[in-house]
Protein backbone atom coordinates (compact mmCIF):
# COMPACT_ATOMS: atom_id res chain seq x y z
CA UNK A 1 0.00 0.00 0.00
CA UNK A 2 1.31 3.84 -0.50
CA UNK A 3 2.39 5.44 1.84
CA UNK A 4 0.35 9.54 2.47
CA UNK A 5 2.18 12.52 3.15
CA UNK A 6 0.04 15.04 4.81
CA UNK A 7 0.42 18.53 6.44
CA UNK A 8 0.08 17.35 10.64
CA UNK A 9 -2.61 20.62 10.81
CA UNK A 10 -4.78 23.23 8.98
CA UNK A 11 -6.13 26.63 10.49
CA UNK A 12 -8.89 28.38 8.74
CA UNK A 13 -11.96 30.54 9.29
CA UNK A 14 -15.85 29.70 8.86
CA UNK A 15 -17.33 30.51 5.43
CA UNK A 16 -13.64 30.08 3.44
CA UNK A 17 -12.82 26.77 1.39
CA UNK A 18 -9.95 24.41 2.75
CA UNK A 19 -7.83 22.38 0.67
CA UNK A 20 -5.88 19.91 2.24
CA UNK A 21 -3.21 18.00 0.01
CA UNK A 22 -2.06 14.45 0.20
CA UNK A 23 1.27 13.36 -1.10
CA UNK A 24 1.18 10.07 -2.43
CA UNK A 25 4.46 9.60 -4.83
CA UNK A 26 4.46 5.45 -4.97
CA UNK A 27 0.63 4.90 -5.52
CA UNK A 28 -0.04 2.43 -7.83
CA UNK A 29 -1.98 1.83 -10.80
CA UNK A 30 -4.57 0.11 -9.24
CA UNK A 31 -4.95 1.93 -6.53
CA UNK A 32 -8.02 4.52 -5.53
CA UNK A 33 -7.59 7.98 -3.26
CA UNK A 34 -9.93 7.89 -0.35
CA UNK A 35 -10.53 10.61 2.34
CA UNK A 36 -12.00 9.97 5.95
CA UNK A 37 -13.12 12.57 8.47
CA UNK A 38 -12.60 11.57 12.21
CA UNK A 39 -14.19 13.72 15.37
CA UNK A 40 -12.91 13.45 18.64
CA UNK A 41 -14.15 9.99 20.37
CA UNK A 42 -15.78 9.34 17.43
CA UNK A 43 -15.17 6.82 14.86
CA UNK A 44 -14.10 7.64 11.32
CA UNK A 45 -16.62 8.49 8.39
CA UNK A 46 -16.08 8.40 4.90
CA UNK A 47 -15.74 11.20 2.81
CA UNK A 48 -14.95 11.11 -1.00
CA UNK A 49 -13.48 8.76 -2.91
CA UNK A 50 -11.81 8.93 -6.17
CA UNK A 51 -9.23 7.44 -9.03
CA UNK A 52 -8.67 10.30 -11.86
CA UNK A 53 -9.49 14.19 -12.39
CA UNK A 54 -12.19 15.00 -10.20
CA UNK A 55 -14.96 13.92 -7.73
CA UNK A 56 -17.52 15.67 -6.34
CA UNK A 57 -20.37 14.98 -4.01
CA UNK A 58 -22.40 16.88 -1.29
CA UNK A 59 -19.92 17.34 1.10
CA UNK A 60 -16.39 17.47 -0.72
CA UNK A 61 -14.62 17.47 -4.04
CA UNK A 62 -11.69 15.49 -4.28
CA UNK A 63 -8.83 16.63 -6.98
CA UNK A 64 -6.28 14.51 -9.09
CA UNK A 65 -3.72 15.32 -11.30
CA UNK A 66 -2.76 13.12 -14.76
CA UNK A 67 0.21 12.00 -12.82
CA UNK A 68 -2.01 10.53 -9.43
CA UNK A 69 1.06 11.38 -7.08
CA UNK A 70 -0.90 13.72 -5.39
CA UNK A 71 -4.29 14.17 -4.34
CA UNK A 72 -6.04 17.22 -2.85
CA UNK A 73 -9.55 17.74 -0.87
CA UNK A 74 -11.72 20.76 -0.92
CA UNK A 75 -13.94 21.56 1.64
CA UNK A 76 -16.28 24.31 0.40
CA UNK A 77 -17.30 27.33 2.99
CA UNK A 78 -16.37 25.92 5.88
CA UNK A 79 -17.95 25.87 9.70
CA UNK A 80 -16.66 25.11 12.87
CA UNK A 81 -18.31 22.08 12.75
CA UNK A 82 -16.23 21.00 10.04
CA UNK A 83 -12.95 20.67 12.86
CA UNK A 84 -11.33 17.40 13.02
CA UNK A 85 -8.99 14.85 11.96
CA UNK A 86 -8.86 14.56 7.96
CA UNK A 87 -6.99 11.07 7.03
CA UNK A 88 -6.23 10.47 3.48
CA UNK A 89 -5.57 6.83 2.38
CA UNK A 90 -4.44 5.12 -1.00
CA UNK A 91 -4.93 1.31 -1.94
CA UNK A 92 -6.58 -0.71 -3.80
CA UNK A 93 -6.28 -3.43 -0.70
CA UNK A 94 -4.39 -5.98 -2.87
CA UNK A 95 -5.89 -9.35 -3.08
CA UNK A 96 -9.05 -7.46 -1.83
CA UNK A 97 -7.75 -7.73 1.74
CA UNK A 98 -10.05 -5.07 3.58
CA UNK A 99 -6.57 -3.26 4.99
CA UNK A 100 -7.38 0.19 5.44
CA UNK A 101 -4.17 1.98 6.17
CA UNK A 102 -4.84 5.31 7.91
CA UNK A 103 -1.20 7.92 7.84
CA UNK A 104 -1.16 10.63 10.33
CA UNK A 105 -3.83 12.52 9.28
CA UNK A 106 -4.17 16.89 9.22
CA UNK A 107 -6.17 18.27 11.88
CA UNK A 108 -8.23 20.71 10.66
CA UNK A 109 -8.99 23.37 12.92
CA UNK A 110 -11.24 26.22 12.05
CA UNK A 111 -11.96 29.47 13.68
CA UNK A 112 -14.80 31.99 13.74
CA UNK B 1 -30.11 1.44 9.26
CA UNK B 2 -26.89 2.71 7.81
CA UNK B 3 -25.51 2.27 11.41
CA UNK B 4 -22.69 0.63 13.70
CA UNK B 5 -22.91 0.04 16.97
CA UNK B 6 -20.67 -0.74 19.80
CA UNK B 7 -21.09 -1.56 23.38
CA UNK B 8 -20.17 -0.79 25.91
CA UNK B 9 -19.32 2.94 25.25
CA UNK B 10 -16.83 2.98 28.50
CA UNK B 11 -15.09 0.18 30.24
CA UNK B 12 -12.63 -0.16 33.02
CA UNK B 13 -10.79 -3.62 33.84
CA UNK B 14 -8.39 -4.35 36.02
CA UNK B 15 -5.78 -6.84 34.63
CA UNK B 16 -6.54 -9.97 35.19
CA UNK B 17 -10.31 -8.88 34.15
CA UNK B 18 -12.30 -10.66 31.41
CA UNK B 19 -14.65 -8.83 29.31
CA UNK B 20 -16.04 -8.39 25.82
CA UNK B 21 -16.34 -5.34 23.39
CA UNK B 22 -19.65 -6.51 21.52
CA UNK B 23 -20.31 -4.84 17.82
CA UNK B 24 -22.80 -4.89 15.46
CA UNK B 25 -24.71 -3.78 12.08
CA UNK B 26 -27.58 -4.70 10.25
CA UNK B 27 -26.55 -3.42 6.82
CA UNK B 28 -25.79 -6.79 5.78
CA UNK B 29 -22.71 -6.14 4.94
CA UNK B 30 -20.12 -9.03 5.03
CA UNK B 31 -17.05 -7.89 6.06
CA UNK B 32 -16.01 -6.56 9.73
CA UNK B 33 -13.03 -5.18 11.51
CA UNK B 34 -11.90 -4.34 14.90
CA UNK B 35 -9.13 -1.15 14.85
CA UNK B 36 -7.51 0.04 18.18
CA UNK B 37 -6.85 3.62 18.28
CA UNK B 38 -4.48 5.36 20.33
CA UNK B 39 -4.66 9.34 22.09
CA UNK B 40 -4.14 11.54 18.61
CA UNK B 41 -2.69 8.69 17.17
CA UNK B 42 -4.99 6.90 13.28
CA UNK B 43 -6.09 3.86 13.73
CA UNK B 44 -4.54 0.79 13.27
CA UNK B 45 -6.27 -2.52 11.59
CA UNK B 46 -6.17 -5.54 13.98
CA UNK B 47 -8.42 -7.78 12.59
CA UNK B 48 -10.76 -8.54 9.32
CA UNK B 49 -13.92 -10.98 8.74
CA UNK B 50 -14.84 -11.63 5.57
CA UNK B 51 -18.65 -13.86 6.13
CA UNK B 52 -17.67 -14.71 9.58
CA UNK B 53 -14.81 -15.92 9.27
CA UNK B 54 -11.65 -14.21 9.90
CA UNK B 55 -9.35 -13.23 7.33
CA UNK B 56 -6.42 -10.70 9.00
CA UNK B 57 -4.76 -10.97 12.17
CA UNK B 58 -2.49 -8.09 12.21
CA UNK B 59 -0.13 -10.08 14.59
CA UNK B 60 -2.55 -9.22 17.73
CA UNK B 61 -1.53 -10.25 20.93
CA UNK B 62 -3.64 -13.29 21.98
CA UNK B 63 -4.60 -11.50 25.09
CA UNK B 64 -7.28 -10.16 22.37
CA UNK B 65 -9.35 -12.76 20.78
CA UNK B 66 -12.29 -11.80 17.99
CA UNK B 67 -15.52 -13.78 17.34
CA UNK B 68 -17.76 -13.35 14.58
CA UNK B 69 -20.92 -15.75 15.95
CA UNK B 70 -22.80 -14.82 12.67
CA UNK B 71 -22.96 -11.58 9.82
CA UNK B 72 -24.29 -8.89 12.04
CA UNK B 73 -22.45 -9.85 14.92
CA UNK B 74 -18.51 -8.89 16.04
CA UNK B 75 -17.03 -9.38 19.31
CA UNK B 76 -14.01 -9.29 20.95
CA UNK B 77 -12.87 -10.97 23.72
CA UNK B 78 -10.16 -9.32 26.27
CA UNK B 79 -8.53 -11.18 29.50
CA UNK B 80 -5.14 -10.17 31.03
CA UNK B 81 -5.27 -6.87 29.16
CA UNK B 82 -1.83 -4.30 29.89
CA UNK B 83 -2.42 -0.97 30.66
CA UNK B 84 -1.12 0.12 27.47
CA UNK B 85 -3.92 -1.67 26.05
CA UNK B 86 -6.10 1.30 27.02
CA UNK B 87 -7.53 2.66 24.13
CA UNK B 88 -10.50 3.93 21.57
CA UNK B 89 -11.56 0.15 20.43
CA UNK B 90 -13.24 0.61 16.59
CA UNK B 91 -15.86 -1.40 15.07
CA UNK B 92 -16.30 -1.43 10.88
CA UNK B 93 -18.06 -2.59 8.57
CA UNK B 94 -17.82 -3.09 4.43
CA UNK B 95 -20.10 -4.57 2.18
CA UNK B 96 -17.28 -6.53 0.60
CA UNK B 97 -13.73 -6.46 0.70
CA UNK B 98 -11.56 -3.77 -1.20
CA UNK B 99 -11.73 -0.20 -1.84
CA UNK B 100 -15.78 -0.40 -0.33
CA UNK B 101 -16.29 2.36 2.16
CA UNK B 102 -15.86 1.31 5.46
CA UNK B 103 -18.42 2.34 8.04
CA UNK B 104 -17.19 2.55 11.58
CA UNK B 105 -19.11 2.62 14.89
CA UNK B 106 -18.49 5.25 17.83
CA UNK B 107 -15.67 3.23 19.54
CA UNK B 108 -15.29 1.35 22.97
CA UNK B 109 -13.17 3.88 25.25
CA UNK B 110 -11.23 1.09 27.37
CA UNK B 111 -9.07 1.76 30.20
CA UNK B 112 -7.05 -1.24 32.30
CA UNK B 113 -5.62 -0.41 35.41
New interface residues.
Partial sequence: LAKTTQPISMDSYEGQEVNITCSHNNIDTND?I?WYQQFP??????II?GYKTKVTNEVASLFIPADRKSSTLSLPRVSLSDTAVY?CLV???PG??????????TTLQVKP | DTEVTQTPKHLVMGMTNKKSLKCEQHMGHRAMYWYKQKAKKPPELMFVYSYEKLSINESVPSRFSPECPNSSLLNLHLHALQPEDSALYLCASSSGLGRNEQFFGPGTRLTVL
Fill in positions: YTSQGPRFQYGDNNTGKLIFGQG
